[in-house]
């Protein structure tokens, strides 16, 4: 089986990713508020909500091709977010059967390159693997390492372009640029807006311009439920199409949990092997 | 390789346990896999009339996981060789049960135990034995063994203990397969006086298997690893058997029928080792190293009263280009062995597989896309003896867990060289394997 060393973005996992959707209730009186929010303000709340120090949760990942070749994984994905703001991220795959077992771990460094290693059942092994480009695809789905990101708010310039109903809820929409060489030279996108639900705060859709300015990839989240046990908002749906390459990606997401008190040493090698 | 009724009562008492309704936290998981191989040489040497080797296997493991406190894990094995009925088994590949016992981890029963980073070849993997019946096969095919494994954790390092009161070796290919070597039909014997050394027609044949006495089957090593700033880092100590026997020729002359019995003799040695590995990543190249001392006891191709160390040591970089694990995964890998090897007038027997990386090259390339199959391309080059092997796939998934294989093994080089040995056992291969 190959090496798969894009993984180590992964980093930025799934979850916060789902990010793009992961947001709390809503502060009492906010609403009322709302229409004075500036791009950066919304993008704030939106940010504040969806962070967790830890979270669980496995993925059905279904991705569709142009010819309707549908591929299927299923993972579980473990994060925790340290107290200096670093990132811890596992994964394991349960399907299908020739990556059932293989397992990524994903650990943020302050002051150095991130380690990252990869757990491959067919030789029993942990293997060090290099860091990836964060506009590769994550585990062969249509979003990028980059999607999955949680939302740097200093890398990017936020602007409320204005205000609709999407699928019935009340929405911000605020696009996103990046706000510096470094951050356009990383990003796959040249602009992204952002569909923000108001009273969630949850992501509801996004659409993404490549460098040519050409709208790439739509993002729609749906299902949004409260997680049991937590008054976080989550998405329970995620699909992403590729407009260009005509593909598209579901992910499912079940079983989250969220601030379970994960500890550091579920990050390591032991548990990469042992598998969570 | 056949089993005792053991390990189906291990089979039984842990379906046993998993129907327990009083244990409610358990989990079990199972799975099986079931694989037809079509085997076609690209030549029959004399004796060898088959041209192929059609093999079916059939695999199965159970996982029960008990809470966080521990898991039992077995998985069967039993394999049909239509050609080689040698290979025929019904095999317990694992079976163990693990304790977690906070920062301790105990298996113990019948497991794999890989130490060492390197990726071909790996000099510290001292537990590690595998089945050579078909050397193309060997990497598929790792023999467990029955141990205790004590490791200890704490942040990022870790202590391994693990202790094997009956040490398993590598399984070797069989008289009258064609991975048994070509002996010669004479050999020469050097003439007294004056009289010339004539050849004298001989009859190869394996002598018995035999382990030193002492502490005899007994392996025991312990393995220390550790993080520290984007290097993973690994010591290791091992005492027991070696996992390959020493070939010893004895030859006798038999005056009556004017043959010479030459008895291919398999003396297993204990050895001592010291060995470290290293992995990080530089500028997004993987680069790794794993070396090893060994002491040998015992050893017959030692004369007695001298003591000859010799080293082993693997180098090798690697590199993916990819879309992570699905699109289009590329991997690349490069490594090279090196044995400081003392005995330079030591010619290894066509068996002796532990030398064929004294001095070699391997490669593996790697294209995949995850549930639609890939390309893979390996070889391997003998330096030392100008032996080489060529490998390339191309595999399919044509259904939800179904996998079709198409395989070229090609080997060849000089004659004297291990692989060279082998050049007959150029083939053509297809696979099918299903696995839920």
Same mark, same amino acid.
């Given at each position: ?105 994903? *650990? &943020?460094?302050? +002051? %150095?390159?991130?380690?990252?290693? #990869?757990?491959?059942?067919? $030789?029993?092994?942990? =293997? /060090? ?97 409260? *997680? &049991?046990?937590? +008054? %976080?908002?989550?998405?329970?749906? #995620?699909?992403?199409?590729? $407009?260009?390459?005509? =593909? /598209? ?28 | ?227 520290v700033r984007g290097w993973d880092l690994s010591v290791a100590a091992y005492e027991g058997p070696s996992d390959l026997p020493a070939y010893a020729v004895e030859t006798e002359f038999d005056p009556a029928t004017g043959r010479v019995s030459a008895r291919l003799d398999r ?170």
């Amino acid at each position: 089986m190959p090496i798969p060393s894009c993984f180590p973005r992964l980093a930025t996992s799934i979850l916060a990713a789902s990010a793009l959707a992961a947001v709390g209730a809503n502060p009492p009186g906010a609403a009322a508020q709302s229409g004075t929010f500036t791009g950066r303000q919304v993008m704030e709340r939106y940010d504040a909500q969806q962070r967790t120090k830890d979270s669980e949760v496995t993925i059905d990942m279904r991705v569709v091709s142009p010819r309707g070749e549908v591929r299927e994984r299923v993972v579980t994905l473990w994060t925790r977010t340290g107290t200096d703001g670093t990132r811890r991220v596992l994964i394991r795959f349960l399907q299908p059967p020739d990556l059932e077992g293989t397992g990524f771990l994903h *650990v &943020e460094n302050v +002051d %150095r390159d991130d380690d990252a290693w #990869l757990y491959l059942p067919a $030789l029993r092994r942990a =293997r /060090r693997i290099a860091g990836s480009d964060r506009r590769d695809a994550f585990v062969g789905t249509d979003f990028s390492y980059e999607d999955l990101d949680p939302e740097d708010l200093d890398a990017h310039r936020y602007t409320r372009v204005r205000t609709e109903d999407h699928g019935g809820r009340p929405a911000w929409v605020v696009e996103a640029l990046p706000a510096s060489p470094q951050a356009t030279q990383e990003s796959g996108y040249a602009r992204r807006l952002l569909w923000i639900d108001q009273e969630r705060h949850t992501l509801l859709r996004a659409d993404l311009f490549d460098r040519d300015g050409a709208l790439r990839k739509r993002l729609s989240a749906d299902d949004i439920r409260r *997680v &049991e046990g937590s +008054d %976080r908002w989550r998405p329970h749906r #995620l699909v992403m199409e590729d $407009l260009t390459a005509g =593909r /598209r990606t579901e992910l499912l997401m079940r079983q989250y949990r969220l601030d379970q008190g994960l500890g550091d040493d579920l990050f390591t090698e032991r548990y990469l092997r042992r598998g969570g | 390789m056949r089993q005792g009724p053991a390990f189906l009562v291990f089979f039984v008492g842990l379906g046993a346990w998993a129907g327990a309704p009083a244990l409610a936290a358990q989990q079990l998981e199972w799975g099986i896999l079931a694989d037809y191989q079509l085997v076609g040489y690209l030549s029959s040497p004399d004796g060898l009339e088959a041209l192929g080797r059609n093999q079916a296997m059939f695999r199965s493991d159970a996982e029960l996981r008990i809470g966080r406190w521990g898991r039992a894990f077995a998985e069967i094995e039993a394999r049909a060789d239509h050609a080689v009925t040698d290979r025929n088994r019904l095999y317990v590949r694992e079976a163990y049960a693990d304790l977690f016992l906070g920062p301790l981890d105990v298996r113990v029963g019948r497991a794999v135990h890989p130490w060492g980073r390197a990726d071909q070849v790996n000099p510290t993997d001292y537990f590690g034995a595998w089945d050579y019946t078909d050397l193309l096969d060997a990497p598929e095919e790792p023999l467990g063994q029955t141990a205790l494994q004590l490791r200890w954790y704490r942040g990022a390092g870790s202590v391994e203990v693990v202790v094997a009161p009956r040490f398993r070796a590598s399984l070797l290919p069989a008289a009258g397969t064609r991975w048994w070597p070509d002996f010669p039909d004479s050999v020469r014997v050097p003439g007294t006086g004056t009289s010339p050394d004539v050849l004298v027609p001989a009859e190869f044949a394996y002598g018995p298997v035999s382990w030193p006495g002492g502490a005899g089957r007994l392996a025991y090593g312990v393995r220390i690893s550790g993080a520290v700033r984007g290097w993973d880092l690994s010591v290791a100590a091992y005492e027991g058997p070696s996992d390959l026997p020493a070939y010893a020729v004895e030859t006798e002359f038999d005056p009556a029928t004017g043959r010479v019995s030459a008895r291919l003799d398999r003396p297993y040695y204990r050895l001592r080792s010291l060995g470290a590995d290293f992995a990080t990543v530089m500028s997004g190249v993987g680069v790794h190293g794993e070396g090893a001392w060994y002491r040998p006891a015992d050893d017959p191709r030692i004369p007695a009263g001298e003591r000859l160390d010799w080293v082993h040591w693997v180098l090798g970089a690697d590199y993916g280009l990819s879309g992570a694990v699905g699109e289009r995964d590329l991997f690349v890998l490069l490594e090279w062995s090196r044995m400081a090897w003392p005995f330079d007038e030591y010619e290894p027997e066509p068996l002796d597989l532990a030398y064929v990386f004294r001095n070699a090259l391997l490669a593996r390339a790697e294209l995949a896309r995850v549930g639609f199959g890939g390309w893979e391309m390996e070889s391997a080059w003998d330096l030392a003896e100008g032996g080489w092997l060529m490998r390339f796939a191309r595999s399919w998934h044509p259904a939800r867990g179904l996998r079709l294989e198409a395989r070229a093994d090609l080997l060849g080089g000089a004659e004297h060289s291990l692989l060279g040995t082998y050049a007959r056992n150029r083939r053509l291969h297809v696979r099918l394997t299903y696995e839920r």
